[in-house]
């Protein structure tokens, strides 16, 4: 993914009803389970809707559309949410892009062409695509025009850490109620 960014979940009250109540353990599975669907889940939207509040939609559209979350482990084993973009080109428009190293002819000719039909016309497809490509190759993305990037994955972050956390500092009472459920 593009940019990665960690929240950290203190699970140690978790850690402790499960000691006291070995029974429980499949319950809290399950609770951490579904809220780490529900913190994927909101972290998704929010990251799609900053995405698009911000026009970062490029000429493919493909940026927006990879952006997708994912469950990695089980509670037991480094349970693990994800969310960011998944097109290799995710780290450029999130970051900018150096000079240096080209970038690729077919994402850059297909930008080329919606963006600029008229530089196509003249010059034909792949003479465009060439000269955007050694632009970029040689000025980078940073310095021109301004781009720094659009930071959709750090600023999705920090708008959404703190409603995560939340989302998780429930937890606990919740187990303690459901556990509280199974022993009467």
Known sequence: MAGESVITIDTRELDELIR???KAASIIDELMESTMTESVAFL??????KADAKGVVGATGQYVQSIAGAIHGTPAHDLRGTVGPGVPHGI???????????PPSGPIG???????????AELGLPAATFLVQRAIGRRGTIKRFGYKGADVVKETYDEGHGK???????????????????LR
């Not at 998704?44 to 809707?49: D, H, L, Q, T």
């Not at 450029?92 to 080209?102: I, N, Q, T």
């Not at 995560?164 to 199974?182: C, E, F, H, Q, S």
């Open 20 to 22: 006291k109540f070995p």
């Open 44 to 49: 998704e939207s929010a990251m799609v809707k």
């Open 92 to 102: 450029y428009v999130e970051k900018g892009r150096r000079p240096g190293k080209w």
């Open 110 to 120: 297909l930008w080329v062409s919606r963006k600029a039909p008229g530089m196509v």
């Open 164 to 182: 995560v956390l939340n989302m998780w500092r429930g937890l606990p009472a919740k187990a303690a109620t459901r556990i509280a459920g199974m």
